[in-house]
Structure formats: C-alpha cells, structure tokens
C-alpha cells in the first residue's frame, strides 16, 4: 500500500523560513513524481511544486518561483518543501501527492507574528 506520511505541524514568525517533510513507503520512491500542493483556509487547492526522485529535476510554480524549493532523498525514501520569507498568507495546510494514487495527511503551517 502506498502511504504518505507528512512531518507535524509548524507555526512560524513572518520572514521565517518553514521544511515540511514526506515519508513515503510501499512502493520504489524513484518510480513516481510527487506534488506538492497547499489549501489555504477557504481556498481551494494551489500546486506549488514537483520533483521526479528518480534524477532530482524540479518544476514550480511561477508564483512560487525564488522562494519554494522541493528537494528528495532516496536513500530514505522521503520528500521536502522549503518555503521562504514567509508570510501570514502561507497560513495553509501543506499536502505532498503523488498524482493520482496518494496523498499525505497534510501539514499545517501557520504564520502568525
């Protein structure tokens, strides 16, 4: 079975920087993108970022770019965001997917001075 297991939540000062975690398991890390996606309360879903594991490439947001960045680690199977210069629009629970067959359980980061 595929799981997701995200990293617990964050609260955070503005112009703080925030690193979630995504533990996956059940199946090769290599074989399958993961998303990253975030909801912020009363909003719908926005796409942040991916990263194939299998070579490191990355792809991200425009609106993103400069202060997102989605890392991998293979030899441990999990998966980061780093999001910078954060601001109290961040406020947001902070989902990794893998398109079409998983998702974590989300993490909530709040930034709140």
């Known amino acids: 079975e595929v799981q997701l297991v995200e990293s617990g939540a964050e609260v955070r000062n503005p112009g703080a920087s925030v690193k979630v975690s995504c533990k996956a398991s059940g199946y090769t890390f290599t074989k399958y993108y993961i998303d990253w996606v975030r909801q912020a309360p009363g909003q719908g879903f926005e796409w942040m970022g991916r990263?194939?594991?299998?070579?490191?490439?990355?792809y991200y947001a425009h609106e993103f770019q400069g202060r997102v960045t989605v890392t991998a680690d293979s030899s441990t199977s999990t998966a980061y965001v780093e999001l910078q210069s954060l601001r109290p629009e961040d406020t947001a629970a902070y989902y990794c997917?893998?398109?079409?067959?998983?998702w974590g359980q989300g993490t909530q980061v709040t930034v709140s001075s």
């Open positions: 997917v893998i398109p079409v067959s998983a």
């Open positions: 990263i194939d594991p299998e070579d490191g490439g990355t």
